[in-house]
């Protein structure tokens, strides 16, 4: 059994960050180490095309158990961008988060995560990784079967992780928008989960052996919670016994037991096969321990002496299936081991029925007699197999025999199960799946169909019921179709069939698996009785046959549902028990990778994200759902269910987008689903029994229509919302005042006081859908994006409105008056005008010189001048074409190379100390005389003792 999973959390010891041109560094790192509400703050503010530097954490003291395996590692941070001027954030894209440290598989350390939001908001980022593991077994033989699983496991290896170099590393991209601000982080940690390494024994050996005999024993190793740890097994030989070879290498110890390696690092197991010699009778014990965990078996011998004849081994193959048609040849191969052909003349070959035999390639035949025999020389052997031609003259099964010589013969060696040569085609039930199920089903994945058989009889006939090979089973077919005789062909053309049934009139279960391939359809085939034996003593009744994935190896000791998925029919249910006020661990049911060719946001719109599931509980459970994107983003919904009956639960639908907005959905590729069920009640029984099939999604879509002009509202594309456009109004340049001359007050750039009215930009569009529930949905959807939030003093905060015929322009508005809406049909025609306070558009891009220049805009402007190299303590800097001039005293240490940066705006000075990176308010010493300066037309700065680096200004057209 797999051991439970365990989770451990810890935040880092050690914080550190880059350096580098354009970066900006953060303050208070130690901060991070925690989650109190401390911060780090980003010293400076971050300029366009500024980057903030990358924070590295590590020392996080984990200590994993020795041979522990990691299933996932979770990096949680929170963070957030802060605004400088109100409401104009900066555009800072989403991180990179790298694990960082010795040891770690660079193909799963850097994944995207999230961008920082306007508020402090939480973050994460998972890896689990994924891989094949081949499952074989053996026997004490030495024949062996494979088969091939998907399992998840993690990749850092624990003494990765307890090392103190490991740890995570924030990236983050520059800010790509003239808008000014700051990044802020709360905490950094990480959550470990991880589970034990478990290990087990099965010693496959004969347990009477005789002495001075060779005993083949296999001693499979089992690694059931699939970790990588490499154990090391101690192997305690029996009392009076000698290794007489293995096919590993393996270290003699003082105290005469050996040591074992097994290669047993990220699969199920391992096999040692060994050989040994007794050589003394006695009872004695081969017994094996792994020394991480002290997983322990052994095996009792019950040696005896030799007896006289042959002293080498004397096994014959264990009994092999053989099918043949009644007086139809068939080729056998005699498997004779070297060790008896090197002690006999001949071996014997024992039949319980009449057969024939042919030596010379089927041109006579020999006729054998039931219960009797026939010889074949051992010099016809060559690498111990001779083969030969046989008949069998009777229907039924004939068992063969081998002895050596004239020795007694073993148990049966060979079953021939002979098929009359008339039986024709049993009676068949076969099932093609319809395109709509094979849509479910994913092109070279192993999948398994099942189902519950039942064979009736009257049970004075059941002796009446033969093995045939393909009667009285399951068979899947998944091949090239047929266009005629499609029954008897895809019955000839199968090859994939499940065991026969072995009890008569009860039910007993059946299952095929095969690998889809989707060129070709599926068929299921139920067959009976074949028609020339007993079709109608016989009566074959099926369940609804069951197809779904072959299953991951899972951890068995967390509460979680086995989902079964690509449902065929609705007898395929999931079941859990949950105890009371505990709740499942989150399993995916849905990932939403689309086809490439089906574009989101540019011709198709999400319009809603549905999804229903069919439920019954023996108590009252709550079931939650979340919707996962690519960068951690969560939406949720959740549903109070209480029925012992079944019903279709609905979570979401249409206009229902979790949360998240149309822009947040124009790809959906990556995004998942997840269910968990929960039991929040004090139920009587102590836990609830619950069964949940059917899981279905629906993505509601709706067509984009394209349009002559585009308009966006804080970046969201109002095509999405069904809103058709017809040509806006908007006002462009200065709308002034008459009384402008007559009119008091100061000329600085505030729209009122630069006497520019307030302007207004008239929206006419369309909405269309097809009914007048979806239009008004899509009207109220629309209303939703037009108007304005409100802050915490209930003021509206402004929306940002762009159209594709301005480019690079931006307006500001307020909607504070309702829509003029006409109905006509379950069309809607609708008229709304929003308030442009400023008066006019912004630029979206910054405009940067150096102390020469010219505001192209319609409206003057306040700089934010930047000067470095202060060489007295007065600076002053003159503009030319205005005569404005600009004095500050500067009372600190000018051989210092710092920076001082003047905001006209606010009216706010700051002097950035280089050598750490800290800003000081110093608008205490500018001159009270000073110009804070307005610009319109060309400009020209000419400073004193210091040197204009730049100076920025957003321009309004």
Same mark, same amino acid.
């Given at each position: 059994?797999?051991?439970?999973?365990?989770?451990? *959390?810890?935040?880092?010891?050690?914080?550190?960050?880059?350096?580098?041109?354009?970066?900006?560094?953060?303050?208070?790192?130690?901060?991070?180490?925690?989650?109190?509400?401390?911060?780090?703050?980003?010293?400076?503010?971050?300029?366009?095309?500024?980057?903030?530097?990358?924070?590295?954490?590590?020392?996080?003291?984990?200590?994993?158990?020795? =041979?522990?395996?990691?299933?996932?590692?979770?990096?949680?941070?929170?963070?957030?961008?802060?605004?400088?001027?109100?409401?104009?954030?900066?555009?800072?894209?989403?991180?990179?988060?790298?694990?960082?440290?010795?040891?770690?598989?660079?193909? +799963? *350390?850097?994944?995207?995560?999230?961008?920082?939001?306007?508020?402090?908001?939480?973050?994460?980022?998972?890896?689990?990784?994924?891989?094949?593991?081949?499952?074989?077994?053996?026997?004490?033989?030495?024949?062996?079967?494979?088969?091939?699983?998907?399992?998840?496991?993690?990749?850092?290896?624990?003494?990765?992780?307890?090392?103190?170099?490991? =740890?995570?590393?924030?990236?983050?991209?520059?800010?790509?928008?003239?808008?000014?601000?700051?990044?802020?982080?709360?905490?950094?940690?990480?959550?470990?989960?991880?589970?034990?390494?478990?290990?087990?024994?099965?010693?496959?050996?004969?347990?009477?052996?005789?002495?001075?005999?060779?005993?083949?024993?296999?001693?499979?190793?089992?690694?059931?919670?699939?970790?990588?740890?490499?154990?090391?097994?101690?192997?305690?030989?029996?009392?009076?016994?000698?290794?007489?070879?293995?096919?590993?290498?393996?270290?003699?110890?003082?105290?005469?037991?050996? *040591?074992?390696?097994?290669?047993?690092?990220?699969?199920?197991?391992?096999?040692?096969?060994?050989?040994?010699?007794? *050589?003394?009778?006695?009872?004695?014990?081969? %017994?094996?321990?792994?020394?991480?965990?002290?997983?322990?078996?052994?095996?009792?011998?019950?040696?005896?002496?030799?007896?006289?004849?042959?002293?080498?081994?004397?096994?014959?193959?264990?009994?092999?299936?053989?099918?043949?048609?009644?007086?139809?040849?068939?080729?056998?191969?005699?498997?004779?081991?070297?060790?008896?052909?090197?002690?006999?003349?001949?071996?014997?070959?024992?039949?319980?029925?009449?057969?024939?035999?042919?030596? &010379?390639?089927?041109?006579?035949?020999?006729?054998?007699?039931?219960?009797?025999?026939?010889?074949?020389?051992?010099?016809?052997?060559?690498?111990?197999?001779?083969?030969?031609?046989?008949?069998?003259?009777?229907?039924?099964?004939?068992?063969?025999?081998?002895?050596?010589?004239?020795?007694?013969?073993?148990?049966?060696?060979?079953?021939?199960?002979?098929?009359?040569?008339?039986?024709?085609?049993?009676?068949?039930?076969?099932?093609?799946?319809?395109?709509?199920?094979?849509?479910?089903?994913?092109?070279?994945?192993?999948?398994?169909?099942?189902?519950?058989?039942?064979?009736?009889?009257?049970?004075?006939?059941?002796?009446?019921?033969?093995?045939?090979?393909?009667?009285?089973?399951?068979?899947? @077919?998944?091949?090239?179709?047929?266009?005629?005789?499609?029954?008897?062909?895809?019955?000839?053309?199968?090859?994939?069939?499940?065991?026969?049934?072995?009890?008569?009139?009860?039910?007993?279960?059946?299952?095929?698996?095969?690998?889809?391939?989707?060129?070709? !359809?599926?068929?299921?085939?139920?067959?009976?009785?074949?028609?020339?034996?007993?079709?109608?003593? +016989?009566?074959?009744?099926?369940?609804? !046959?069951?197809?779904?994935?072959?299953?991951?190896?899972?951890?068995?000791?967390?509460?979680?549902? %086995?989902?079964?998925?690509?449902?065929?029919?609705?007898?395929?249910?999931?079941?859990?028990? $949950?105890?009371?006020?505990?709740?499942?661990? !989150?399993?995916?049911?849905?990932?939403?990778?689309?086809?490439?060719?089906?574009?989101?946001?540019?011709?198709?719109?999400?319009?809603?994200?549905?999804?229903?599931?069919?439920?019954?509980?023996?108590?009252?459970?709550?079931?939650?759902?979340?919707?996962?994107?690519?960068?951690?983003?969560?939406?949720?919904?959740?549903?109070?269910?209480?029925?012992?009956?079944?019903?279709?639960?609905?979570?979401?639908?249409?206009?229902?987008?979790?949360?998240?907005?149309?822009?947040?959905?124009? &790809?959906?590729?990556?995004?998942?689903?997840?269910?968990?069920?929960?039991?929040?009640?004090?139920?009587?029984?102590?836990?609830?029994?619950?069964?949940?099939?059917?899981?279905?999604?629906? $993505?509601?879509?709706?067509?984009?229509?394209?349009?002559? #002009?585009?308009?966006?509202?804080?970046?969201?594309?109002?095509?999405?919302?069904?809103?058709?456009?017809?040509?806006?109004?908007?006002?462009?340049?200065?709308?002034?005042?008459?009384?402008?001359?007559?009119?008091?007050?100061?000329?600085?750039?505030?729209?009122?006081?630069?006497?520019?009215?307030?302007?207004?930009?008239?929206?006419?569009?369309?909405?269309?859908?097809?009914? $007048?529930?979806?239009?008004?949905?899509?009207?109220?959807?629309?209303?939703?994006?037009?108007? &304005?939030?409100?802050?915490?003093?209930?003021?509206?905060?402004?929306?940002?409105?762009?159209?594709?015929?301005?480019?690079?322009?931006?307006?500001?508005?307020?909607?504070?008056?309702?829509?003029?809406?006409?109905?006509?049909?379950?069309?809607?025609?609708?008229?709304?005008?929003?308030?442009?306070?400023?008066?006019?558009?912004?630029?979206?891009?910054?405009?940067?010189?150096?102390?020469?220049? #010219?505001?192209?805009?319609?409206?003057?402007?306040?700089?934010?001048?930047?000067?470095?190299?202060?060489?007295?303590?007065?600076?002053?800097?003159?503009?030319?074409?205005?005569?404005?001039?600009?004095?500050?005293? @500067?009372?600190?240490? #000018?051989?210092?190379?710092?920076?001082?940066?003047?905001?006209?705006?606010?009216?706010?000075?700051?002097?950035?100390?280089?050598?750490?990176?800290?800003?000081?308010?110093?608008?205490?010493?500018?001159?009270?005389?000073?110009?804070?300066?307005?610009?319109?037309?060309?400009?020209?700065?000419?400073?004193?003792?210091?040197?204009?680096?730049?100076?920025?200004?957003?321009?309004?057209?």
């Amino acid at each position: 059994m797999n051991s439970p999973l365990a989770t451990i *959390t810890k935040y880092p010891t050690s914080v550190t960050q880059s350096s580098g041109t354009n970066q900006i560094q953060f303050n208070n790192l130690a901060n991070l180490k925690n989650s109190n509400n401390t911060y780090a703050k980003s010293k400076d503010r971050l300029h366009k095309n500024n980057i903030p530097s990358a924070i590295t954490a590590t020392g996080f003291n984990f200590n994993l158990p020795v =041979g522990s395996e990691i299933t996932n590692i979770k990096v949680e941070y929170a963070h957030q961008k802060i605004d400088y001027t109100k409401n104009k954030y900066p555009s800072i894209a989403a991180s990179t988060i790298t694990l960082v440290g010795s040891g770690l598989s660079s193909s +799963f *350390t850097s994944a995207t995560g999230a961008a920082p939001t306007k508020s402090m908001t939480a973050k994460t980022k998972s890896w689990t990784g994924k891989t094949s593991m081949t499952v074989q077994t053996y026997s004490a033989t030495g024949s062996s079967s494979t088969v091939t699983k998907n399992i998840n496991y993690s990749l850092p290896a624990y003494t990765n992780v307890n090392n103190a170099s490991f =740890g995570v590393k924030i990236t983050y991209p520059k800010n790509t928008s003239s808008n000014e601000g700051w990044i802020q982080l709360k905490y950094i940690r990480i959550t470990i989960t991880y589970k034990l390494s478990s290990y087990s024994f099965k010693i496959l050996s004969k347990s009477e052996v005789e002495v001075d005999k060779v005993v083949p024993v296999s001693i499979n190793m089992n690694n059931p919670n699939i970790t990588r740890y490499k154990p090391s097994v101690i192997i305690s030989l029996p009392e009076n016994c000698i290794l007489q070879s293995s096919e590993r290498s393996l270290t003699q110890n003082q105290d005469g037991t050996y *040591t074992w390696n097994p290669d047993i690092s990220n699969v199920y197991n391992d096999v040692l096969n060994l050989e040994l010699v007794f *050589t003394d009778d006695c009872e004695t014990s081969l %017994v094996v321990r792994e020394t991480l965990n002290g997983a322990f078996s052994q095996f009792l011998y019950v040696v005896s002496p030799t007896p006289t004849g042959y002293t080498e081994e004397e096994t014959f193959d264990s009994a092999e299936v053989i099918f043949a048609i009644n007086n139809q040849s068939f080729d056998l191969e005699i498997n004779v081991p070297e060790s008896i052909l090197e002690n006999a003349s001949n071996i014997k070959v024992y039949t319980d029925k009449d057969i024939a035999y042919s030596t &010379n390639n089927g041109s006579s035949f020999s006729n054998v007699s039931a219960s009797s025999s026939f010889s074949i020389p051992v010099s016809r052997f060559v690498d111990g197999v001779y083969s030969l031609k046989m008949r069998s003259r009777d229907n039924g099964i004939t068992l063969l025999s081998l002895a050596a010589d004239s020795d007694q013969p073993n148990s049966e060696s060979y079953i021939i199960k002979v098929i009359p040569a008339n039986l024709g085609y049993p009676n068949m039930s076969i099932i093609k799946l319809s395109d709509d199920e094979l849509s479910n089903l994913a092109d070279g994945v192993n999948y398994i169909v099942s189902s519950e058989l039942k064979v009736i009889v009257d049970t004075g006939n059941s002796n009446l019921f033969v093995d045939y090979y393909r009667n009285f089973r399951l068979g899947v @077919y998944n091949g090239p179709d047929f266009d005629e005789n499609v029954e008897t062909n895809v019955f000839d053309a199968c090859k994939e069939w499940s065991s026969v049934m072995t009890l008569l009139n009860e039910v007993e279960e059946r299952s095929v698996n095969f690998v889809y391939n989707s060129e070709y !359809p599926v068929y299921i085939i139920i067959t009976g009785d074949y028609s020339g034996a007993n079709p109608l003593q +016989f009566t074959m009744e099926y369940s609804s !046959p069951l197809l779904y994935e072959v299953n991951e190896l899972a951890t068995t000791d967390c509460i979680l549902p %086995v989902v079964l998925k690509d449902v065929i029919a609705q007898e395929n249910i999931a079941n859990v028990s $949950i105890p009371n006020f505990k709740s499942t661990n !989150p399993f995916v049911v849905f990932d939403l990778p689309l086809d490439e060719d089906f574009e989101t946001g540019d011709s198709m719109a999400v319009r809603g994200i549905e999804l229903n599931a069919v439920v019954s509980a023996s108590e009252q459970i709550g079931i939650s759902a979340t919707l996962k994107s690519p960068n951690g983003e969560i939406g949720s919904n959740s549903f109070i269910f209480n029925s012992e009956n079944e019903e279709t639960i609905s979570m979401g639908g249409m206009f229902d987008l979790w949360g998240f907005s149309i822009s947040d959905m124009v &790809n959906l590729s990556d995004w998942e689903v997840e269910m968990q069920l929960s039991n929040n009640f004090n139920n009587p029984n102590g836990e609830t029994e619950v069964a949940i099939s059917d899981v279905s999604l629906t $993505i509601h879509f709706m067509k984009v229509d394209q349009q002559v #002009v585009q308009c966006f509202i804080n970046g969201e594309d109002t095509r999405w919302y069904g809103m058709f456009l017809k040509l806006p109004e908007i006002p462009k340049g200065l709308k002034m005042d008459a009384k402008y001359i007559t009119n008091e007050g100061t000329d600085v750039n505030v729209p009122i006081k630069q006497n520019i009215q307030t302007s207004e930009i008239k929206l006419t569009f369309g909405v269309h859908g097809c009914t $007048i529930f979806e239009t008004s949905q899509l009207l109220s959807e629309i209303t939703k994006l037009i108007v &304005n939030e409100r802050n915490s003093l209930d003021r509206p905060i402004p929306n940002i409105i762009e159209f594709s015929h301005f480019p690079g322009e931006h307006w500001e508005y307020i909607c504070n008056e309702t829509f003029d809406t006409e109905v006509e049909a379950v069309d809607y025609e609708t008229t709304v005008k929003l308030e442009v306070p400023a008066g006019t558009s912004y630029s979206n891009i910054d405009s940067i010189t150096g102390s020469k220049g #010219v505001v192209k805009g319609v409206a003057k402007v306040n700089p934010i001048i930047t000067v470095t190299n202060i060489t007295s303590d007065t600076v002053e800097i003159f503009e030319s074409n205005t005569e404005q001039k600009f004095t500050l005293n @500067y009372p600190f240490d #000018v051989t210092k190379v710092n920076t001082v940066e003047i905001n006209c705006i606010y009216r706010k000075v700051k002097l950035k100390i280089d050598d750490d990176d800290t800003e000081i308010d110093i608008t205490a010493y500018v001159d009270f005389n000073s110009d804070w300066f307005i610009l319109q037309g060309r400009f020209s700065f000419t400073p004193s003792n210091c040197v204009v680096q730049s100076v920025r200004f957003n321009e309004r057209r």
